[in-house]
């Protein structure tokens, strides 16, 4: 168990003063009269949901100083980052160490993607705390983990852990929308401020099974690579009332139907063959058989199991290069042929994987040498996955095992992606975890409706993100 928490205190007076009022007999109140939950990372939570960062606008300053008087008032050294858009701003903090080792850094995103409001049972801004959950936008994607995070770096300055190597506390901002002031920007204006050795943020699960118990704890160490694909067709742009032969619209059409018909071989690396047998360890047959098949030696049964393993589209996209049709364009008037068609696939790979070879693949499924195939990213990251053999990686395997006693442990590659890219373009390692114990429900619900994380959940994340600290940053 991590020490008692001393800032459980200051919800002593104010819970007195509710029940006096008669109101709220289970909750505390903020100064501004919200309710607050008695669990600290709880409470966090429901300030940080509480600043709405829906991103388009975003508005993650707001985030920024929600954070900053908490580490001031532990004395930590701690400060926002504007930049250039005023409602925009980055927060960063460091816990001193004596300099004898790098850096660990520990990362979360401040925004949050939009909601359908009315398909709420809640508002998603009120930080709502019921049957044990706090509900809202961002309680999973990510202002839980950011509540988890920071708490576990505050309570290393409440207990005063001596430090081998500074802690930085990051809140980044433009995760979940396109505004330019990403990790990419802060890498390219402060890097001496995000600099370490290796760092944190979201990325793996800590499953939970139906019955409640923790299956397993996947620890992303990689993101596939998002590439935007260009595929065109060409023909003769002429009056809609005399068509010929070369309409692009029907050429790009073929294209695509051909494209729609043929699916990606299975890639497996070394951890996604780790990750599949921890599925087969943690499923009860069926299940556990066809992830052994998957791994096996035998192509025939390895197709079946895949048959049925891909019915879930995240296992799908786990275990191959996808293709997905996103955009399509062609034509602007009604009785005009449009001299070409154009149609965006967004590609994305497997660590490891060429997608050159990937493109010539489909080149011969379509089978015609009119259409033409552009990536529109002539460049694009080293995408290594990063080492298993590392510091930080061993602590988070070291306190999973301490928090949730017997569980398995694996790495794992993360299916979108992540912040991660500024530090692994560098060659740092990057991991990442939601550190919450969660379930099928609850992870649906992830940038749907009624968002929620158990209070319990986040009082297991703390622990093992505190004892991760202390052991990979702790000074021996
Ligand atoms: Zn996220």
Do not use: C
């Amino acid at each position: 168990m991590p020490p008692p928490i001393r800032s459980a205190q200051r919800f002593a007076l104010p819970l007195l003063a509710a029940l006096l009022a008669g109101l709220r007999p289970l909750a505390a109140q903020s100064p501004s009269g919200d309710p607050r939950s008695s669990d600290p990372t709880a409470a966090l939570l429901q300030e940080l949901i509480r600043a709405n960062t829906s991103n388009p606008p975003g508005n993650e300053r707001r985030v920024a100083e929600v954070l900053l008087p908490h580490f001031r008032a532990l004395g930590i050294d701690a400060k926002i980052i504007p930049t250039p858009d005023s409602t925009k701003a980055v927060f960063v903090a460091r816990l001193k160490g004596d300099g004898s080792k790098r850096p660990v850094l520990i990362g979360a995103h401040e925004d949050v993607v939009g909601v359908e409001r009315e398909k709420w049972s809640v508002d998603p801004f009120a930080g709502v705390e019921k049957d044990g959950h706090i509900y809202g936008r961002g309680a999973v994607d990510f202002k839980g983990g950011m509540a988890v995070f920071a708490r576990a770096v505050l309570m290393l300055a409440e207990q005063k852990i001596p430090l081998a190597r500074d802690v930085i506390f990051l809140a980044e901002a433009d995760e979940e929308g396109g505004g330019g002031y990403s990790t990419s920007w802060l890498a390219r204006e402060h890097w001496d401020e995000i600099d370490a050795e290796f760092a944190l943020n979201e990325g793996g699960w800590i499953m939970k099974a139906p019955d409640g118990h923790v299956r397993y704890v996947s620890v992303s160490t990689a993101d596939k690579l998002s590439l935007p694909l260009k595929v065109t067709a060409h023909g003769t742009s002429t009056h809609a009332s005399m068509p010929r032969p070369d309409n692009a619209i029907f050429a790009l059409s073929r294209a695509m139907a051909k494209i729609s018909e043929y699916e990606t071989p299975i890639v497996l690396t070394a951890e996604q063959r780790q990750f599949i047998q921890t599925l087969a360890k943690t499923s009860k047959p069926p299940m556990s058989t066809y992830y052994r098949d998957l791994l096996g030696s035998d192509p025939a049964k390895a197709k079946a199991a895949d048959k049925v393993i891909s019915k879930d589209p995240l296992m799908h996209s786990l275990i191959r290069n996808t293709i997905a049709p996103t955009l399509i364009n062609g034509g602007f008037r009604v009785n005009v042929i449009p001299g070409s068609a154009e149609a965006t696939i967004n590609l994305r790979m497997i660590p490891g994987s060429d997608p050159a070879q990937l493109i010539e693949t489909l080149k011969k499924v379509v089978a015609d040498t009119g259409i033409q195939f552009t990536l529109n990213t002539p460049t694009y990251p080293r995408n290594a996955p990063s080492p298993t053999t590392t510091d930080l990686y061993r602590a988070l395997e070291k306190s999973a095992k301490a928090v949730f006693p017997g569980v398995e442990v694996t790495p794992y590659l993360f299916q979108a992606g992540t912040d991660a890219g500024a530090w692994r373009a560098k060659g740092i390692p990057v991991y990442g975890i939601y550190p919450y114990p969660i379930d099928d429900d609850e992870l649906s619900r992830m940038h749907g409706n009624d968002e929620k994380v158990s209070i319990a959940s986040l009082r297991q994340g703390t622990e093992m993100i505190y004892k991760t600290l202390v052991e990979v940053a702790g000074r021996k």
